[in-house]
T-cell receptor
Framework: AQSVAQPEDQVNVAEGNPLTVKCTYS??????LFWYVQYPNRGLQFLLK??????LVKGSYGFEAEFNKSQTSFHLKKPSALVSDSALYFC?????????????FGKGTKLSVKP | KAGVTQTPRYLIKTRGQQVTLSCSPI?????VSWYQQTPGQGLQFLFE???????NKGNFPGRFSGRQFSNSRSEMNVSTLELGDSALYLC???????????????FGAGSRLTVL
């Protein structure tokens, strides 16, 4: 069965420092991977996705993610964190086995960026 | 263009009542998916509708149901409410839904349901 894990409930970083939010996945076929962000009292906003090709994917707001097939990981990164990046981040995977697949989300990681 | 609109944004119900939530997708989007978000369970898939047909359904009891209209607007209904149904219900629209692996979901702000 397809699944995605975010091993850290919370990540704390200082403003200006690099940040990493971890995600590992499990699918039987080729993965379609996504990152979404949720600000308080808001819905989820799409950040970036990996479908195929270059393992380093660039997305919105300066975020990027690295796809690693051997480690089945898709970690979200940003070179320099901002206080405004503080939010809840969700990794998601879609397994297209059977020609259709729903988006399955991880539990989420709360990112806290301190000034 | 207008985003995904969910109504109502907040509502309070008591156990045993029923509730109907509404979702208006982005113009041109034919797929609407519903998710339940709780602190304990995270985001759980409820169902997906595409062109008025339910395409997929998550692992929820029959008390949870939905439908989609010809203009792609969708409603979900929860009958005989339980305390555990308190959650943020998120609707997301997309062009192709689960038929396309690369498909991106656009979420609404959600309807926060509190069951007393």
């Amino acid at each position: 069965a397809q699944s995605v894990a975010q091993p850290e409930d919370q990540v704390n970083v200082a403003e200006g420092n690099p940040l990493t939010v971890k995600c590992t996945y499990s699918v039987s076929g080729n993965p379609y991977l996504f990152w979404y962000v949720q600000y308080p009292n808001r819905g989820l906003q799409f950040l970036l996705k990996y479908i195929t090709g270059d393992n380093l994917v660039k997305g919105s707001y300066g975020f990027e993610a690295e796809f690693n097939k051997s480690q089945t990981s898709f970690h979200l990164k940003k070179p320099s964190a901002l206080v405004s990046d503080s939010a809840l981040y969700f990794c998601a995977v879609r397994d297209m086995r059977g020609s259709q697949g729903n988006l399955i989300f991880g539990k989420g990681t709360k990112l806290s960026v301190k000034p | 263009k207008a985003g995904v609109t969910q109504t109502p944004r907040y509502l309070i119900k008591t156990r045993g009542q029923q509730v109907t939530l509404s979702c208006s997708p982005i113009s041109g989007h034919r797929s609407v998916s519903w998710y339940q978000q709780t602190p304990g369970q995270g985001l759980q898939f409820l169902f997906e509708y595409f062109s008025e047909t339910q395409r997929n359904k998550g692992n929820f009891p029959g008390r949870f149901s939905g439908r989609q209209f010809s203009n792609s607007r969708s409603e979900m209904n929860v009958s005989t409410l339980e305390l555990g149904d308190s959650a943020l219900y998120l609707c997301a629209s997309s062009l192709a839904g689960s038929l396309s692996g690369a498909n991106v979901l656009t979420f609404g702000a959600g309807s926060r349901l509190t069951v007393l």
